[in-house]
């Protein structure tokens, strides 16, 4: 592990909705918790900081007692935009779901991304393409991460847009892992494994409607308490 992995840099609220998810799943914080020197009372705590590398042990931990080999698409699934704290503000108040891609990517070292997300406009349709950031590995697979990166953006882009049908195709840069079929019960779009890049692509209408929730005030207060946690 790098000394970057190892600071406690990167805001908790993510960890509230792992533990609603682990809830459901039928574990307590002790058991995902394990071996990140975290407690159950730091969850509850907005000053929280938590590190890649304790982010790293517990996905790890997850995937261990879940045993469920489509645990990171659920779990991606259940990770609404609240998880990136103020963040979330100034991506809900953005103009577009564009502006707000455009945000999230702006700020991705407070989401501690280890993808770049590269818009590639087309006539009718924007692909948002994902590539793995320079120097950064993933915790336990390629597809695990990919898994948790994709069903948690198309949950994020459903809540900004406020409609369920958001993505038009998703593509992999990578074979079918043993549990593909389970990709069938988290999206409604067409799928397709082995492609040369791995991306999202949205329809323009999509991407360039305006926000039910945009505010651009509330958005520019968000974007200035984020700044200095670049």
């Not at 994709?150 to 369920?164: A, E, F, H, N």
Request: proline share 6%.
């Amino acid at each position: 592990m790098t000394a970057f992995e190892d600071q406690a840099i990167f805001p908790s609220a993510e960890l509230f909705l792992i533990k609603q998810f682990m809830k459901r799943e039928g574990f307590q914080p002790k058991h995902w918790l394990l071996g990140t020197g975290l407690k159950e009372e730091h969850i509850e705590n907005p000053e929280t900081l938590v590190s890649l590398r304790q982010f790293d042990i517990i996905y790890h931990n997850i995937f261990r007692i879940t045993k469920r080999p489509d645990v990171a698409l659920a779990l991606g699934s259940s990770l609404n935009l609240s998880r990136w704290g103020v963040l979330s503000v100034a991506m809900i108040c953005a103009k577009t779901l564009g502006s707000a891609l455009e945000i999230g990517n702006r700020f991705r070292s407070i989401v501690r991304s280890r993808f770049n997300l590269t818009p590639v406009f087309k006539k009718d349709f924007t692909e948002i393409v994902i590539s793995r950031e320079d120097g950064m590995s993933f915790p336990l697979s390629p597809s695990f991460s990919h898994e948790l990166l994709i069903t948690s953006m198309q949950t994020m882009i459903r809540s900004l847009v406020k409609s369920k049908d958001v993505v038009k195709e998703v593509h992999l840069a990578y074979a079918p892992p043993a549990h593909h079929e389970h990709y069938q019960n988290y999206f409604d779009c067409p799928y397709y494994f082995n492609r040369e890049k791995s991306m999202l692509v949205v329809s323009n209408d999509i991407m360039t409607k305006p926000l039910p929730t945009g505010n651009p005030i509330t958005g520019q207060q968000a974007i200035a308490t984020c700044e200095p946690l670049r």
